[in-house]
């Protein structure tokens, strides 16, 4: 069965970094378009990134430019660069298979608390 889990996620101050992972299995990882989505507390489910199974590479305008998104198909992970983190970035953070209109209706994992805080 298709699994994703989550890792990496902290306590980090404002405009420090933190790279959190996601590890798949269940289906051809190779193939698959994969998504981070975050849910920050008593707001919905927000889109942050997107990756394609060809590398290419999509962002939220809020992350573009702060935010990496990759990944290692010998691995089956999926990683979230996250420089200069701000307050606003504070949220539970989940990775999705699919694309940026498709995420809501793939795989989603238990996700990993991401805070911003000094």
């Known amino acids: 069965q298709v699994q994703l889990v989550e890792s990496g996620g902290g306590l980090v101050q404002p405009g420090g970094s933190l790279r959190v992972s996601c590890a798949a299995s269940?289906?051809?990882?190779?193939?698959?378009?994969l998504t981070w989505v975050r849910q920050a507390h008593g707001n919905e489910l927000e889109w942050v990134s997107t990756?394609?199974?060809?590398?290419?590479?999509d962002y939220a305008d809020s992350v573009k430019g702060r935010f990496t998104i990759s990944r290692d198909n010998t691995k089956n992970t999926v990683y979230l660069q996250m420089n200069n983190l701000e307050s606003e970035d504070t949220a539970l953070y989940y990775c999705?298979?699919?694309?940026?209109?498709?995420?809501?209706?793939?795989?989603r994992g238990p996700g990993t608390q991401v805070t911003v805080s000094s």
């Open positions: 999705a298979t699919g694309e940026r209109s498709t995420w809501m209706r793939g795989y």
């Open positions: 990756i394609n199974y060809a590398g290419g590479t």
């Open positions: 269940g289906f051809t990882f190779s193939l698959a378009s």
